[in-house]
């Protein structure tokens, strides 16, 4: 088994923090484009179009006849066939994390890959394949126990790839709605040390208030993302302290575009979307990217709850979904930003939650308990989209597939 | 030489036997603004993004883009404001004549009643046992509500919204029929959210005061503070909204001129 993460200690002031340094970031097209898998959890490795052999690592043609190279999903599973522990690097990150042990896989799709290993995997072990993203957004083999562990999740050099909230400090920035408080009690559930919960209107009651914050590691906070005050005000605060922001703040009102829209909820649904996010990532990013690699406790991700509509547009909730698309595309700027200094920036995508807002649409809708699982599993794996529930599965399929038919079906 | 009203009253301001007493709260962000059912349109609250302060955005200056609504802190009601008074002449804030902006003001002190009861309904029989006791209420007058509502502020008493809705006291329609056409009233000036009281929507008439009020082309005050520092009879108000193009009211700075009591 693994030794169980230790609580970290608090910080001796005399010491600087470790810079929060990334491995190697020079990465071919087609490497890029395995990290647009490896962020959704799924294991591809290259298939020749003609000879059908697999190949890695990422090349842009068929290294034995030349043919078009597509991405496939492939078994995970693998043999570890030598194992080595690398006790020097010229890499000013690995050179702060080692011993770093790396082993050849013998894969049983087809390739031998070097890879990293999980520290319970040893040398002619059975292991599950996994491909993540490192700590720069790139692609990585990862090879971990066949089957789970305990305390698997706690291996260091597992823990690079991850964002996992264990013995971390976590702010929900929307208490104040279902989903917010079971996603705020799943992070203390996952281990989580502290979650500070925003309420956007401490004067005024919300339902399940009292419960919430009598739970043992919840701390309510005032915050208000339409506020710039209210946010800098509370990195003020939290700023150095804040290990993982989790935005579960949104505002939806059905609406069209030219029909049925009312004006001020769109500049609402923009103001506490789009911009709330903007001003949230400028009071907690900066602070964050200092602390990436900062022990246990290390600052580590920037998660956004946003409806998949903002990938094709919404019929009937127009201003939603281009308030979710502005967010999007402001996540892929902050995922760039923060890519320089390591921390990740994931997006759960959800289709219409079972709230107030949602209350004539058909089922299924995401229930707060599975947005929060989604949550806890983007966090624990590292993963940089994450569809919670079965509406956004299937619109993010068929968007993966063919983005113009999709906003086609989705508008009209 | 005979001296103006106007010399005179600057000599007072000079010596200060006449002080100014500022009635607004402070325009901020976590100031409360009234709260519709959810599925209304809201009133937004007070917003400031910094332009630039003395920094790379504006070297040498310090500035802010401010948005909220017409009826957020302490702000003025046009007739327009209400569908009473949608075809009323001069209805919105641009076109009020200005002389309406400074008026006196008799204040009719409720504190006592809305500590005992947060939902205390002004009634006529309340104001014709007021007038016996004060005096009669004077024409073109602010009516002043004293309910020290505004020492509330910054805590969930304030809006006191409950589950069956906001609890705070106001005029029934009686009442207000009775100030307006009695006693020919320049509009009502409270310390609460709204002109009307917490739970008027279940009156009848409903929302009598700002129904009854704008209807007639009457105005109203609200969010004040410090009404109890003012004198029953004898204060002067100044209130003037901003000239917003066809606005149905406006945030602004109120204050009042009092004399100043001899020690």
């Keep these: ?16 923090s470790r810079f929060g340094l990334v491995p190697p970031g020079l990465r071919s097209r087609a490497a890029s484009e395995m990290a647009t898998f490896a962020a959704q959890g799924r294991f591809v490795l290259q298939s020749c179009d003609r000879c059908r052999s697999i190949t890695y690592p990422p090349r842009d043609r068929c290294p034995s006849c030349w043919g078009t190279l597509t991405w496939a999903d492939q078994d995970r599973g693998a043999r570890i066939e030598a194992v080595t522990t690398i006790r ?55 090879a971990v126990p066949q089957k789970e562990t305990p305390n698997m999740q706690d291996d260091p050099q597992l823990r690079c790839f991850t964002a996992d909230p264990k013995h971390r400090r976590v702010l929900v920035t929307d208490g104040r709605t279902a989903i917010g408080q079971a996603i705020a009690r799943a992070l203390l559930k996952a281990g989580a040390q502290t979650v500070f919960l925003g309420d956007a209107d401490p004067l005024m009651r919300y339902p399940g208030k009292a419960e919430i914050e009598a739970q043992e590691g919840i701390e309510p906070v005032s915050l208000n993302l339409t506020d710039s005050g209210s946010v800098q005000e509370l990195a003020a605060q939290l700023g150095g302290r804040v290990d993982i922001v989790v935005n579960t703040a949104g505002f939806v009102r059905p609406g069209g575009v030219a029909f049925g829209a009312k004006l001020s909820d769109l500049q609402a649904t923009f103001d506490l979307g789009a911009v709330g996010l903007a001003r949230l990532a400028q009071g907690f990013a900066p602070a964050m990217s200092a602390r990436s690699d900062d022990g246990v406790n290390s600052a580590a991700a920037f998660l956004d709850i946003v409806p998949v509509s903002g990938l094709s547009g919404q019929s009937g909730y127009a201003g939603a979904a281009a308030s979710a698309a502005a967010r999007l595309s402001l996540m892929s700027g902050l995922r760039g930003e923060m890519q320089q200094s390591g921390i990740r920036v994931l997006s759960v995508l959800t289709g219409p939650v079972d709230d107030d807002w949602h209350q004539d649409l058909p089922q299924p809708k995401v229930a707060p308990g599975q947005l929060a699982r989604a949550v806890v599993h983007a966090l624990t794996e590292g993963q940089g989209i994450t569809c919670a529930g079965d509406v956004a599965k299937d619109l993010f399929a068929r968007w993966q597939a063919n983005p113009l038919l999709t906003m086609r079906e989705e508008n009209r | 030489m005979t001296r103006s009203p106007l010399t005179l009253l600057a000599e007072a301001l000079a010596d200060r036997t006449v002080e100014c007493i500022d009635l607004t709260n402070t325009l901020s962000p976590d100031f409360p603004v009234i709260v519709l059912p959810a599925e209304f349109g809201q009133c937004a609250p ?8 003395y920094d790379d955005n504006g070297p040498a200056w310090y500035w802010n883009n401010i948005s909220m609504n017409e009826h957020t802190g302490t702000h003025f009601d046009a007739p327009a404001h209400w569908v009473t008074g949608k075809d009323l002449p001069s209805n919105t804030v641009d076109a009020v004549p200005a002389q309406d902006f400074v008026a006196p003001a008799v204040v009719i002190d409720i504190s006592n009643e809305a500590a005992a009861d947060a939902d205390f309904v002004l009634t006529r029989a309340f104001l014709e046992d007021w007038e016996a006791q004060h005096g009669e209420i004077p024409k073109r007058h602010w009516i002043a509500l004293r309910t020290d509502w505004y020492k509330r502020v910054g805590t969930p008493d304030y809006l006191n919204l409950k589950e069956d809705g906001a609890h705070s006291p106001g005029p029934d329609g009686r009442a207000m029929e009775f100030l307006v056409h009695e006693r020919d009233c320049v509009g009502l000036a409270v310390e609460t959210v709204g002109t009307d009281a917490g739970q008027a929507f279940h009156f009848n008439p409903p929302l009598p005061a700002h129904s009854i009020l704008h209807g007639n082309g009457r105005y109203g005050l609200q969010c004040l503070t410090n009404l109890d520092k003012l004198p029953t009879f004898g204060a002067m108000i100044i209130a003037c909204p901003l000239k917003i193009e066809g606005g149905s009211g406006s945030p602004l700075r109120v204050i009042a001129l009092v004399e100043r009591t001899p020690a």
């Design chain 1, 88 to 142: 020097h690097s010229t890499d000013n990150f690995f050179r702060n994390h080692m011993p770093w042990r790396i082993g050849t896989a013998r894969l049983d799709a087809g390739p031998v890959a070097i890879v990293h290993l999980h520290g319970e995997v040893q040398q002619g072990d059975r292991v599950r394949m996994t491909l993540r993203l490192d700590r720069g957004g790139n692609p990585a083999l990862f």
């Design chain 2, 46 to 53: 007070f917003r400031m993004e910094k332009v630039s302060r």
């Design chain 1, 1 to 16: 088994m693994t030794e169980p993460l230790p609580i970290p200690k608090r910080k001796d002031p005399l010491k600087r």
